[in-house]
């Protein structure tokens, strides 16, 4: 085997960021500009930003039984709160804050680890997108896929702990049609409503990896800056 000479590794390694370059095409847009354009999307990072709180809450049957899910987003002291009925019994009751996460389900409290409260910390916001910089999340753009017959960007997010789950942008429209978890699943956005001038997805196809099937989730009501109280959070 002939022996590789300083000029024949130079033009091997210009070689490879070429090929590593080609990945993205000119005409791509970067991470960054995909999560832009997703925020202009959905109103505007302005009127994003006067979003001080929000409550969410969905409703969806599974085998026959009614599951009513109660999201409490306190944007302004880093709080939330989700709550999941079925059949009018409480099966989890999950709160952040305080840089702490405690979980209530089927009786038995438990508080998460520094690592899973950042973790779930990543979708603490109504709007995780607006809190990406600010948080110091990693972005990558990892090209295009087709998600329900739609054209769309791929965006990883990546926390401070390597955590990572993956969004998906309709180059198209620039909403999100899916987020892929790898804790808790894939949520499709099926129908987005302007609600005070904000885009939300009010109908979404989730598949938990602790239900066998396919559940549609749709959204009974949103309240935004509303009051809040400390017995939200408790």
Known sequence: MKKLTTNMLVMLAFLASNLAFAGQQ???PTAEEVIENYLEAIGGKAKLEEIRNAKIEMVTEFQGMV????????????????RVLVMGNEASNITLKDGKAKVLMMGQTQELTDEQYQEAK???SAFPELRYGTNGYELSYEG????????????VVKNQNGVSQTNFYSVESGL??????????NTEYLTYDEIDGIMYP?????KSPMVPEAITANVESIEF???LSEDDFE
């Open 122 to 124: 990543m979708n603490m």
């Open 67 to 82: 599951m009513n899910m109660y999201f409490i987003h306190d944007e302004e002291n880093e709080r939330m709160n989700q």
């Open 26 to 28: 000119d005409n791509d």
């Open 144 to 155: 295009k896929e087709t998600v329900n017959d739609e054209e769309a960007y791929k965006i």
């Open 202 to 206: 009010v109908e979404m196809r989730v």
């Open 176 to 185: 999100k049609l899916r987020n892929e978890n790898p804790t808790s699943g």
């Open 225 to 227: 800056n509303t009051e």
